[in-house]
């Protein structure tokens, strides 16, 4: 015990000494702070390589959606024709620009004596010559688009380029033709269905330009051939009966010695001598129906002192041969040449009545004082086309004053009073038409169908 206590004093006398120890697991140690300066030049080169990305890929889209649906007001590459879809251009575009009429077909035909180009429409379309040269022409159609492409011409020998190209107000049509072409445009029906039509012939007959329709449905018999031509059968009948004689006894001489060789021979001192001769030489081949020899001679002499006798004479022969488009062609050309002519006037007005072109029917008679019984049903069917039958009626009536024995003519009568509620009359014109007869078997069974029917309904 004493031991211990000695050592605590020996303690307690020392002098302390504190030496302090260093630790480094006691205490927070400071964060040494971090450089962020190229992880923001990362992120930023990160963002420039995105932006840059994202704008490549929008470049690559419009693009490829520029060449799947090319514009519609771009010019059409003169490829071979083909619908729109088959060329693979996007349908809503079309129907965001479409404008309403529309090109949706071409058909080219050819034979020997022309070439026919027919743009199917939608609807009729307003078409104008916008620009001719030497052996070019440019047709602007106003207010529609073409869903066909312009096919690839060559080695032909009517057209040697052709051309359809939108415009600002329409479609373009240009094409060029080869030498000596004359070129016919004309707007039709062709089965219920609008065309434009495109002609080309060669400048053979000495006939102006005018639009051939041979597709045209064949209309009633034309007047022309229906009376032969009266004025032309009695030329022929006078003035060429010494020919017919002297040519029986040239038969009849060649017949009784093999070795004769007979010519005629026609000398004259009238200076129009020649042409006369040559008009009488024509009848003489039609009525010895030589009509290939009839036509050319009579179409040598258009444009001659024999001009208007050469083209009824040619209109007869055209209308008994049943050649309908040089008809059409010849009937416009004299119409255009002989404006007042009555003849020439009543063919064109059927020709106008077998394209639908009524309300062009009426207007051309509209100052007409006096006009036969054809003409005056013509009119009077036209206004019936048009629903208009206050005044089909009106030229019935004045057609069957001047002759009642028309059956026809009492059949339209009846149809357009009915469509006006005059049943009474309509029945009357309907028995009228049944006492003539001289119908055929369809006409027939309409009058008595109708007969019958109106009247169990009138009692």
């Known amino acids: 015990m004493s031991v211990i206590n000695n050592v605590l004093k020996d303690l307690e006398s020392r002098e302390s000494q504190f030496t302090p120890i260093e630790i480094d697991t006691i205490g927070v140690r400071s964060t040494p702070t971090r450089d962020l300066k190229p992880l923001l030049l990362i992120a930023l080169l990160l963002l420039l390589l995105m932006a840059g990305a994202w704008i490549y890929l929008q470049d690559q889209l419009i693009s490829s959606s520029t060449s799947a649906a090319p514009s519609i007001a771009s010019t059409s590459p003169a490829i071979t024709a083909l619908p729109v879809a088959e060329a693979e251009v996007d349908h809503v575009v079309v129907t965001d620009r479409m404008i309403g009429n529309q090109i949706i077909g ?16 939608r609807d009729k379309v307003v078409a104008f010559l916008k620009e001719r040269g030497e052996n070019s022409f440019g047709y602007h159609l106003r207010d529609i688009e073409s869903q066909i492409f312009a096919p690839v011409i060559s080695d032909n020998r009517w057209i040697r380029e052709l051309a359809i190209a939108p415009s600002n107000s329409g479609v373009d049509v240009s094409f060029q033709t080869a030498e000596d072409i004359l070129v016919e445009t004309r707007q039709s029906l062709v089965n219920g269905e609008p065309v434009w039509v495109i002609n080309l012939r060669k400048k053979a007959a000495p006939v102006v330009v005018d639009t051939v329709v041979d597709s045209m449905a064949a209309g009633e018999p034309s007047a022309i051939k229906a009376q032969q ?10 003035n060429a009966a010494a020919d017919e004689v002297e040519l029986e006894s040239q038969q009849a001489s060649a017949s009784a010695s093999s070795d004769a060789v007979v010519k005629l021979d026609i000398k004259s001192t009238n200076p129009n001598a020649k042409t006369i001769n040559q008009l009488e030489y024509a009848v003489a081949l039609m009525n010895s129906r030589r009509f290939a020899e009839a036509r050319t001679t009579l179409q040598n002499l258009l444009g001659g002192s024999e001009d208007y006798d050469a083209r009824k004479h040619l209109l007869a022969l055209y209308g008994s041969q049943n050649q309908r488009g040089r008809f059409l062609r010849l009937v416009r050309d004299s119409m255009a040449t002989y404006p007042d002519d009555l003849l020439f006037k009543t063919e064109y007005a059927r020709s106008l009545f077998q394209t639908a072109a009524y309300r062009a029917v009426i207007d051309l008679f509209a100052s007409e004082v006096s006009v036969n019984t054809s003409l005056q049903a013509l009119v009077a069917a036209s206004y019936q086309r048009l629903d208009e039958h206050e005044g089909a009626i009106r030229h019935y009536h004045l057609a069957l004053e001047q002759d009642a024995t028309n059956a026809k003519n009492w059949i339209g009568l009846g149809i357009s009073q009915e469509q006006t509620a005059a049943l009474e009359g309509a029945l ?20 008595d169908n109708k007969t019958r029917t109106l009247g169990q309904v009138l009692n």
């Open 106 to 121: 071409l058909q080219i035909r050819e034979s020997e004596d022309d070439m026919r180009m027919e743009f199917a429409l």
């Open 229 to 238: 031509a009266p004025e032309t059968m009695e030329l022929a009948s006078t």
């Open 428 to 447: 009357f014109s309907y028995q009228q038409a049944a006492k003539l007869g001289n119908l055929n078997n369809r006409l027939q069974a309409f009058v």
